[in-house]
T-cell receptor
Framework: GEDVEQSLFLSVREGDSSVINCTYT??????LYWYKQEPGAGLQLLTY?????DMKQDQRLTVLLNKKDKHLSLRIADTQTGDSAIYFC?????????FGAGTTVTVRA | GAGVSQTPSNKVTEKGKYVELRCDPI?????LYWYRQSLGQGPEFLIY????????DSGLPNDRFFAVRPEGSVSTLKIQRTERGDSAVYLC?????????????FGPGTRLTVL
């Protein structure tokens, strides 16, 4: 079965970089995702990476994938107060998404 | 355009009652998913529809849970004889199909509280 793990909390100073880490278990995952959840709002897809890539950059977001270690990370450059949210890592097998428990990111001034 | 909508946004019920949760997917999306998110956890897959048929209901916890999508658009998740452990946020998502990177667009969820 799938099991996605991530650290629960991250506190970062405004303007610094945030790095959120995730490990997954399903080696057949085709895509891996980062979703953002803000209070009272639905899950929003931030970015994704195909399993045959090892890096993807999208503006302030950088995703690194180490397929050998089944490790995924999300780096947010120049973290802003609007980045405070819960971030979920998810792996996909076929059509099904398996999510981690989420990392609560708190941005302090 | 309109996103995925779910009604009601909140539902409080008593143990043993029957509830229905509704999902309106994005127009034209053939794939529809239900997930359940318990407090402090990530969403867990419940069921997947492709068109009108449930292609995979392996995530439904037991036979008290059932979902339908009779016309391939709106879906209803039905829970019989609710238990306190059913309390969670029920999320619906839709996608154009299930191929490619398959971005699933999530609704805001229905928060179910069973007293």
């Amino acid at each position: 079965g799938e099991d996605v793990e991530q650290s629960l909390f991250l506190s970062v100073r405004e303007g610094d970089s945030s790095v959120i880490n995730c490990t997954y278990t399903d080696s057949s995952s085709t895509y891996l995702y980062w979703y953002k959840q803000e209070p009272g709002a639905g899950l929003q897809l931030l970015t994704y990476i195909f399993s045959n890539m090892d890096m993807k950059q999208d503006q302030r977001l950088t995703v690194l994938l180490n397929k050998k270690d089944k490790h995924l990370s999300l780096r947010i450059a120049d973290t802003q107060t609007g980045d405070s949210a819960i971030y979920f890592c998810a792996e996909r097998s076929d059509y099904k998404l398996s999510f981690g428990a989420g990392t609560t990111v708190t941005v302090r001034a | 355009g309109a996103g995925v909508s779910q009604t009601p946004s909140n539902k409080v019920t008593e143990k043993g009652k029957y509830v229905e949760l509704r999902c309106d997917p994005i127009s034209g999306h053939t794939a529809l998913y239900w997930y359940r998110q318990s407090l402090g956890q990530g969403p867990e897959f419940l069921i997947y529809f492709q068109g009108t048929g449930a292609a995979d209901d392996s995530g439904l916890p037991n036979d008290r849970f059932f979902a339908v999508r009779p016309e391939g658009s709106v879906s209803t998740l039905k829970i019989q004889r609710t238990e306190r452990g059913d309390s969670a946020v029920y999320l619906c998502a839709s996608s154009p199909d299930s191929g490619g990177y398959n971005e699933q667009f999530f609704g805001p969820g229905t928060r179910l509280t069973v007293l």
